[in-house]
């Protein structure tokens, strides 16, 4: 590590910015772990709990599946593995978008938008006694005015701001 700290052509993390970063990373890992088995006994993974979510809030609970892979930052073919999947229990259906023969829609059911109904509170606890809850509102607020600019520069490198 001392030859790669010595590189003069590297900005290296000083120790407060390393500390800020792992906990970032551990902070993502843990959470998401938590979160993940908070759905288990729903029989919902968190992509699939992700992917109901921008279905329900989407108009007419529908969206093309190339516009579904970028909100939910999976590539075609593993949203469209993850969809079978959903299709398979009931959760989403596929539609063909007029006017574009290669196109689709992921659609959410009646059972995926009741399975969402049921399952949302459960998660606004769990996000709630994992995250929100832990921090004053002063560090709430702080939170999001360090975060918000960082997610929207990543959101410009992706093409969506």
């Known amino acids: 590590m001392d030859a790669m ?4 052509e ?11 970063w792992r906990a970032h990373l551990e902070v993502g890992r843990l959470l998401g772990h938590q979160l993940e088995r908070e ?3 729903h029989g919902l993974a968190l992509n699939d709990y992700t992917i109901l979510v921008e279905l329900s809030e989407a108009p007419q609970h529908r969206m093309r599946m190339t516009d579904l892979a970028a909100a939910t930052l999976q590539s075609k073919s593993r949203l469209s593995h993850q969809i079978t999947r959903m299709e398979a ?4 259906t ?14 959410l059911t009646e059972q995926g938008w009741s399975t969402m109904r049921r399952v949302a509170p459960d998660h606004v606890r769990s996000v709630r006694e994992h995250f929100v809850d832990r921090l004053s509102s002063e560090q709430i607020d702080a939170l999001y005015e360090a975060l918000a600019p960082i997610a929207e520069h990543l959101r410009a490198l992706r093409g969506r701001v």
């Open 89 to 92: 229990a009931g959760l989403v």
């Open 10 to 20: 590297v900005p290296w993390l000083t120790e407060k910015e390393q500390r800020l």
């Open 39 to 41: 759905l288990q006994p």
């Open 94 to 107: 596929r539609e063909d978008c007029p006017g574009d023969r290669r196109g689709l829609y992921a659609v």
């Open 5 to 8: 700290e010595n590189s003069p």
